[in-house]
Structure formats: structure tokens, C-alpha cells
T-cell receptor
Framework: KAGVTQTPRYLIKTRGQQVTLSCSPI?????VSWYQQTPGQGLQFLFE???????NKGNFPGRFSGRQFSNSRSEMNVSTLELGDSALYLC?????????????FGDGTRLSIL | AQSVTQLDSHVSVSEGTPVLLRCNYS??????LFWYVQHPNKGLQLLLK??????LVKGINGFEAEFKKSETSFHLTKPSAHMSDAAEYFC????????????FGKGTKLSVKP
């Protein structure tokens, strides 16, 4: 069974640009969550999607957005990039997204802002 | 409000000696608790989970954790460290509902000396 796949693995952008990250969940998983990981703030929840609907959202500005497609694949978009957006962005999936279910993580997309 | 405190940011052990990674949590309700491991440039891998069944939880790679409600602790242990255990470990708590309520600890970096 294939794991969670995130593309691309590495990305370099400049301030003011926008970026789209992609996540393919494990087959059969309908919940997809996104996290930002930085050395200073650790792991922070961005948002969670289930059946193409955003069900939960963390405390991030509106520049961070996402969507989920009918096949459960998800994309995350960050507009007007800032230096502080440099981070490892992790995607995780689970069957229903209930909090007692473990999440399965991808290897992440490392975003560097110059 | 729920929170997670990993009491040590860095733990160093010798190969073959026991491992103890400490985690205290704060939760208003009966939480679900998880331990994840992250190797460099990789996503998080589930080690074990507690969801109100047995208080002693066995995970992968010889790790186990004990849920102690009176001490609000969920410490991770392993009888004998292996070089491949060197990684960062995260304690995670969830109070229920969907996965937008997951709270991650700051992580403990485990070093294993030969």
C-alpha cells in the first residue's frame, strides 16, 4: 500500500511569490491535514479537509489556503510569500480524521524563501 | 485547554542502555495520546497510541508507554537503545472530535552513542 506522497520535496521561492504544494493520501483515507514545522514554533496545525470540505483551521493568516479534490488529494497554497514561511510542510491522512485515529505522514515539502 | 510538555529537549544514551523520554499533558477530558518519531528529512511515523484501553501501550521497534492519569504523564521507554533509534520524538495529545485538536509537544532529540 503506497504511503502519503507529497510533491515537490524541495522548493525555493522568493518573497512575494505564491506556491502550491500537493499531497496524495493513502488510498481510502478521506481526511487530509496540513502542518507547518519550523525550528522555532515546532509543529503547527494549518487545516484539515474531509470530503472536499475544510473541517478545521489553525491560527494562520488567510494567505494560507487549501482544497481537497473528490479523489481526496489535497493542495495547499501560500500567496505573497514571506521569509517566515520557510518551513517543512507536512501532510497527513487518516480514514475519517477522528482524533483517536493515528495520522500517516508524508515526508514533507521543504520550502525555502529567499 | 489541552497542552503537552516534553520535559527534555535532548536525551543522550549509550547503545544497549534504556531509553526514557518524558511527556506530561494537560487535558480537560479523556485524551487520546500518541508518540511519533521523525528521522532527518522525513515525515512523522507513529510509534504507539493510547485511546483509553490498556494503560501500558506497546508500540513498534520495542517502544512502549504508560498512561498515568494521576500524574498526567505518558512517558516513552525502551529497554535497550539501538543506533537506529537516534531521531526526534514527539508526544501528541488530542481531546476528541476531529484532528484539528491535535497538540504536538516541542520534541525530544534522542542521541545514541556507540
Amino acid at each position: 500500500k503506497a504511503g502519503v506522497t507529497q510533491t515537490p520535496r524541495y522548493l525555493i521561492k522568493t518573497r512575494g511569490q505564491q506556491v502550491t504544494l500537493s499531497c496524495s493520501p493513502i488510498s481510502g483515507h478521506r481526511s487530509v491535514s496540513w502542518y507547518q514545522q519550523t525550528p522555532g514554533q515546532g509543529l503547527q496545525f494549518l487545516f484539515e479537509y474531509f470530503s472536499e470540505t475544510q473541517r478545521n483551521k489553525g491560527n494562520f493568516p488567510g494567505r494560507f489556503s487549501g482544497r481537497q479534490f473528490s479523489n481526496s488529494r489535497s493542495e495547499m497554497n501560500v500567496s505573497t510569500l514571506e521569509l517566515g514561511d520557510s518551513a517543512l510542510y507536512l501532510c497527513a491522512s487518516s480514514f475519517t480524521g477522528h482524533s483517536n485515529q493515528p495520522q500517516h505522514f508524508g515526508d514533507g515539502t521543504r520550502l525555502s524563501i529567499l | 485547554a489541552q497542552s503537552v510538555t516534553q520535559l527534555d529537549s535532548h536525551v543522550s544514551v549509550s547503545e544497549g542502555t534504556p531509553v526514557l523520554l518524558r511527556c506530561n499533558y494537560s487535558s480537560s477530558y479523556s485524551p487520546s495520546l500518541f508518540w511519533y518519531v521523525q528521522h532527518p528529512n522525513k515525515g512523522l511515523q507513529l510509534l504507539l497510541k493510547y485511546t483509553s484501553a490498556a494503560t501500558l501501550v506497546k508500540g513498534i521497534n520495542g517502544f512502549e508507554a504508560e498512561f498515568k492519569k494521576s500524574e498526567t504523564s505518558f512517558h516513552l521507554t525502551k529497554p535497550s537503545a539501538h543506533m537506529s533509534d537516534a531521531a526526534e520524538y514527539f508526544c501528541v495529545v488530542s481531546e476528541g472530535g476531529s484532528q484539528g485538536n491535535l497538540i504536538f509537544g516541542k520534541g525530544t532529540k534522542l542521541s545514541v552513542k556507540p
